[in-house]
Each structure stands twice: as structure tokens, then as C-alpha cells.
């Protein structure tokens, strides 16, 4: 099926500073999903964005809905240790319950 | 309200043997979707369960099979493994509007 497109596909910084990731589709999705996935463990819903230009928040974590509903941006401030994982968007397909996944970026924070 | 479940979290077979896995979704939701997970080849869409009916299906062979019961919880089979079945399988039930997933802790397969 198809795949969203994230990048960058890795990432290596320092602790603190501040993380951007993007993931764009060729498709319009009515709704955008952040996960994050630990080593070993399932991927846990960060944010979830339902509106066009949205902005939204989960602490040091920012998410935006892309104006033309084809991208979505995740953004981490004051990067920590604990923040190390892969991050995966996702979008619902029109009639729900199936979900298209990007191909994940992976973090790495050096303290 | 308790998460996804899945069982068992790890497991080992010999190839050519069978294998099931459970899933026991999130209280209330009716749709359970089951994912293969491989370093290379990130998530795979397996199937789709709503009300015990398979809705969709991924492109994958038809070893693998699946099927849900009156409770929502959700099976998933694999017959004559192979080695390259080794990899985690991730159990996500939706929302009632099917707008958002929510993952168990996944079973971790290997498959010698």
C-alpha cells in the first residue's frame, strides 16, 4: 500500500536542542497522526491533528496539519535522553480503520 | 480503560510450524487491524476486522490469516512458517470514528 514519506529518515543531536520532522504524502488526508515507537515496544499516539493548518501541542512536542492536507510537521523542543525512539506519522484512509504509515524517523539524543 | 493487549509478547517457532497470536483491543472499539513490523520494510498492513467481518487486507500470502469473535478480540494465524516471518506483530484497535490507532506492545516472533 502506499507510504508516507518522512524525513529525515535519522536524526543524531545533542540534548537539548530542538528536533523538526516532516511527512508528505501525494494524497489529501482528512487527518494526521504522530507515534512514537520505543525499541521492542508497540508505537504509542503522540498527537493527533484533524483540521487543515491545525497546530497542536502535547508538551515539548508540536504538530501541524499542512495547509494543503498533503504534509504534517512534528517539531520537539529541549530534546532529552528519553526522546530517543522512531517517530511515525500516519493517516487514515476515507472510510477510516485503515492507516497508511511513514516510513519513520529515527532519533537519537546524545547527552 | 485499559489498552490493546496482545499475547504472547515473545515467541519462538521452527519453520514450517503454526502459530497464533491474540489481540484484545481497547474496551468499546469494534475495528481491530493487525500490522507486520520488520526493520526493513517498516509497518505492513496485514488485515482489517470490524464486527467479525474482515474488511480489508493487505498484500501478503495467504498464510496468514486472521478472524475476530462476538467480544472484538482478534486472532491472527500463520501457517508453515518461514524464516522470514520473524518480526513484530502489532495489533492496533481504532476509534468509533476510525480516525485514530491505538497499538498493543506488539509479539515479538522469531522464527529458527
Known amino acids: 500500500g502506499q507510504q508516507l514519506n518522512q524525513s529525515p529518515q535519522s536524526m543524531f543531536i545533542q540534548e537539548g536542542e530542538d528536533v523538526s520532522m516532516n511527512c508528505t504524502s501525494s494524497?489529501?488526508?482528512?487527518?494526521w497522526l504522530w507515534y512514537k515507537q520505543d525499541p521492542g515496544e508497540g508505537p504509542v499516539l503522540l498527537i493527533a491533528?484533524?483540521?487543515?493548518?491545525e497546530l497542536t501541542s502535547n508538551g515539548r512536542l508540536t504538530a501541524q496539519f499542512g495547509i494543503t492536507r498533503k504534509d504534517s510537521f512534528l517539531n520537539i523542543s529541549a530534546s532529552i535522553p528519553s526522546d530517543v525512539g522512531i517517530y511515525f506519522c500516519?493517516?487514515?484512509?476515507?472510510?477510516?480503520?485503515?492507516?497508511?504509515f511513514g516510513t519513520g524517523t529515527s532519533l537519537t539524543v546524545i547527552p | 480503560k485499559a489498552g490493546v493487549t496482545q499475547t504472547p509478547r515473545y515467541l519462538i517457532k521452527t519453520r514450517g510450524q503454526q502459530v497464533t497470536l491474540s489481540c484484545s483491543p481497547i474496551?468499546?472499539?469494534?475495528?481491530v487491524s493487525w500490522y507486520q513490523q520488520t526493520p526493513g520494510q517498516g509497518l505492513q498492513f496485514l488485515f482489517e476486522y470490524f464486527s467479525e467481518t474482515q474488511r480489508n487486507k493487505g498484500n501478503f500470502p495467504g498464510r496468514f490469516s486472521g478472524r475476530q469473535f462476538s467480544n472484538s478480540r482478534s486472532e491472527m494465524n500463520v501457517s508453515t512458517l518461514e524464516l522470514g516471518d520473524s518480526a513484530l506483530y502489532l495489533c492496533?484497535?481504532?476509534?468509533?470514528?476510525?480516525?485514530?490507532?491505538?497499538f498493543g506492545q506488539g509479539t515479538r516472533l522469531t522464527v529458527v
Open positions: 494524497s489529501i488526508f482528512n487527518t
Open positions: 474496551s468499546g472499539h469494534r475495528s
Open positions: 500516519a493517516g487514515p484512509l476515507p472510510m477510516g480503520n485503515q492507516f497508511y
Open positions: 491533528l484533524y483540521k487543515a493548518g
Open positions: 492496533a484497535s481504532s476509534n468509533i470514528g476510525g480516525t485514530e490507532a491505538f
